[in-house]
């Protein structure tokens, strides 16, 4: 739109001929020199601004080469649909004049129509003469923008991390936990919508954009256990916000350590897990080594407190069975449970007759697409001792069966969920919290891994072992980690007085503790923490707990002779690392390494508080054994270790200072 296209036009009060008078008038007030309150700079055409409120208009640095006092107009244009086209249809009049160089501002009018594009010009006046309109020339554009009064859809709201709590329900449950992420994924089908925000308990958490209100997905990090409110709200290109939706959830405890040392004696301590029997479920059994579970095959089953494995990264389970019967509906050996499928499923398959490993592609009740299934050829006898394995590898993507020692069969998947429920032993849960496909046998030896080769030959130790050696008559069986016994070397000595009964004495020149395999996935969120007490301060660095690996370690936990105080460090032999805290010998101090893997950091607690932030990559996972006192060539830590404790999830500084406050005075 240019001068020709107003000149026609009937402003109240505004001489829009475009006449202008003998001399130099006042300079053109260029694009870049306008803006709107709601809505920023002056934009093109291709570029039209939304915005949610008429609000003002700005002309700013108006000048006149002469020096004269100018004053500014404004006009608007758009097409009311009256066959009169897109012309102007208002004016604000000239302002009153100021000294050249000045700003200028005017209230658009409130009855600018909705979801109509409007172009906006200004131009000049000196007293004598008006400068042309800001549209005019090759560098010349009108601003563009539509108002947009509506307010968008709020966001639905989904996790299969943390599903939506329902009180109502008897059997509401608690899911994993506090530092453990949850993806929640937010949509609506309103496509004006550019993007959500969200909050958890009223504190700001965020905002992502999307195009058209397709779904995104935040993480989202309970700090401590509870009851959380997720809000989450949509907003257009104008900036309007929806009405919040609110999820709620039920947050548990975090997992207990991975692993433990008390360091009282050799034997490394196994961290606390358990699984309830119920219905028809009964211990006491004689098992393939011990005791077994036996189950009727009608509501026997098992419980976790928790999830034991990421079902959407390397895992496997290894269980020891026996059918007394083959049933006409499938039997689940072991399961765990998301809101409406299971993440994994190891069971007798009743169509094939056949041993079988399976994994859900979706977590939803109205998604049918079919699970990713494999079935063994190998013959199931009933009253035979059999030993499976099932078996994701997340980084060659396959699924994998096993049936005593023996792949009977594999196929290509990527599991694209992780399901956060409790695993259940001898049957799988439906949506309603009752046990289906119960097994009809003797269950023995049941182990979790997150790692995904046959576990009877390598990897790391299980993160949870049911050995089901508990007698007749038990109400719960031990679903403890598997922790190694770290081994003692050179100028090591155990007895010590220390902040938890006994300690590790290290003599600072050869002392120190060897668990013999790893603990920890390396790339992924992990956390390791220990008392200390330095006898000196060593003039090298010196280690409390690492990680070896063939590229360096993937973890150091240690004294930093350079700085005087305490590190925490990433992977490789040079990685960066977290420093903070003033070491002072003879002082127990409590020290806690936490790696980030999705924030991508790594954060050192001191005596409970954060004292220290690094950048950190992920690496390649670590694959040596856990060293405690050593790296295995040097640093060694001259002093007293206690406590030193493993988590394969993230410690939350919430749990940095309770762990920090529930020691004994010493």
Not at 509 to 535: C, E, I, K, M
């Amino acid at each position: 739109m240019g001068a020709v296209a107003l000149a026609g036009a009937l402003l109240v009060g505004v001489n829009v001929s475009g006449a202008v008078a003998a001399g130099v008038g006042p300079d053109q007030i260029r694009p870049g020199q306008l803006r709107l309150e709601y809505g920023g700079a002056c934009a093109p055409a291709d570029d039209a601004a939304w915005i949610r409120s008429p609000g003002q208009v700005h002309a700013d640095g108006v000048t006149d080469p002469d020096g004269d006092q100018v004053a500014v107009e404004f006009a608007a244009a758009w097409d009311a649909g009256d066959g009169a086209g897109d012309v102007v249809r208002w004016g604000s009049g000239l302002s009153t004049s100021k000294r050249s160089g000045s700003s200028f501002s005017v209230r658009l009018p409130e009855e600018l129509p909705a979801d109509t594009p409007v172009r906006l010009i200004a131009r000049s006046h000196d007293g004598e003469s008006y400068s042309p309109w800001s549209d005019t020339g090759d560098e010349g554009h009108a601003c563009h923008f539509t108002l947009d009064t509506g307010v968008p859809a709020a966001p639905t709201v989904f996790s299969a991390d943390y599903p939506e709590s329902n009180p109502a329900s008897p059997i509401d449950p608690w899911h994993q936990g506090a530092g453990h992420y949850g993806e929640f994924t937010l949509s609506t089908s309103d496509e004006d919508v550019i993007g959500y925000s969200w909050q958890l308990n009223g504190r700001p958490g965020g905002e992502i954009a999307t195009s058209g209100g397709e779904p995104r997905t935040v993480l989202v990090l309970p700090e401590s256990p509870g009851i959380y409110s997720f809000y989450a709200q949509s907003f257009d290109r104008a900036g309007n916000m929806s009405p919040p939706t609110v999820y709620q959830i039920r947050v548990a405890l975090g997992a207990p350590p991975r692993a433990g040392w008390a360091l009282e004696d050799e034997a490394g301590a196994a961290s606390e897990r358990w699984a309830a029997l119920h219905g028809g479920a009964t211990a006491g059994a004689e098992g393939v080594s011990g005791s077994a579970l036996e189950l009727d095959g009608v509501d026997g089953h098992a419980v976790t407190e928790r999830a034991l494995v990421d079902t959407n990264r390397s895992f496997s389970l290894s269980a020891w069975v026996r059918l007394d019967q083959k049933p006409t509906n499938n039997a689940v050996v072991a399961s765990q449970s998301g809101v409406h499928r299971s993440g994994f499923e190891l069971y007798y398959s009743a169509d094939d007759d056949s041993w079988a490993f399976r994994q859900h592609l979706a977590d939803r009740a109205d998604d049918d697409r079919a699970a990713v299934a494999l079935a063994s050829d190998v013959a199931v006898v009933e009253g035979e001792w059999t030993r499976l394995v099932g078996a994701y590898d997340a980084e060659q993507g396959e699924l994998r069966l096993f049936v005593d020692g023996e792949l009977a069969a594999g196929a290509p998947h990527r599991a694209e969920w992780n399901a956060r429920g409790p695993v259940w032993i001898g049957a799988a849960a439906a949506a309603d919290g009752e046990p289906v496909a119960a097994f009809p046998g003797l269950i023995d030896e049941v182990r979790f891994f997150d790692h995904p080769t046959d576990p009877a030959t390598e990897g790391r130790p299980a993160v949870a072992y049911l050995g089901l050696d508990e007698p007749a008559g038990a109400q719960r069986v031990s679903a403890a980690a598997e922790v190694p016994a770290a081994q003692v070397h050179g100028g090591a000595e155990f007895g010590v007085p220390a902040v938890h009964g006994e300690g590790l004495r290290l003599d600072g020149v050869s002392g120190y503790a060897n668990a013999g395999t790893p603990v920890l996935d390396t790339r992924w969120h992990f956390a390791v923490a220990a008392w200390v007490r330095l006898d000196e301060l060593p003039a090298e660095d010196a280690v409390v707990a690492t990680q070896a690996g063939r590229d360096g370690p993937g973890f150091r936990l240690f004294y930093a002779a350079e700085q005087g105080g305490w590190a925490f460090g990433g992977p490789g032999a040079e990685g960066a690392a977290a420093v903070g805290g003033t070491a002072e010998p003879d002082e127990w101090t409590f020290l806690v390494g936490v790696q980030d893997a999705y924030a991508g950091t790594l954060t050192l607690y001191v005596n409970g508080d954060p004292v220290g932030t690094a950048p950190t990559e992920r690496a390649v996972n670590a694959d040596g054994p856990l060293l405690l006192g050593s790296d295995g060539a040097g640093a060694f830590f001259p002093g007293v270790l206690d406590d030193v404790r493993l988590w394969d999830r993230i410690v939350t500084a919430q749990d940095a200072r309770q762990l920090y406050h529930r020691a004994p005075a010493t």
